[in-house]
């Protein structure tokens, strides 16, 4: 009996693991969690209105927001790799 709970709790454990390494990749998100996340994304920034904005437009196309509030753009390549006319990173 202790050897089945052992292994209930071990692949538990496993689950979660594998969920945290790939939180925030590309399309983890669906449209409604965009807000939640930018808003998050968003928090520290002087600039809330442009960067509410752009991100919130990033993620409707990527369905990925990087975690934290700023980097970690490489979690979410789509959200990266968008730039602007002149060569900018669109996305906060």
Do not use: F
Not at 1 to 12: C, F, P, S, T, W
Not at 17 to 44: F, H, M, N, T
Not at 52 to 73: F, W
């Amino acid at each position: 009996m202790a050897k089945i709970v052992y292994l209930i709790l071990l692949i538990l454990g496993l689950a979660s693991v594998i969920q945290l390494v790939y939180a925030g990749g590309e399309k983890s998100l669906r449209p409604e969690e965009c807000g939640k996340a930018c808003d998050y994304r968003c928090s520290e920034t002087s600039h809330k209105k442009p960067c509410l904005l752009y991100c919130n437009k990033c993620c409707a196309t990527c369905l990925c927001v990087p975690s934290g509030t700023y980097g970690n753009k490489e979690e979410c390549p789509c959200y990266n790799n968008w730039k602007t006319q002149e060569g900018k990173p669109k996305c906060p």
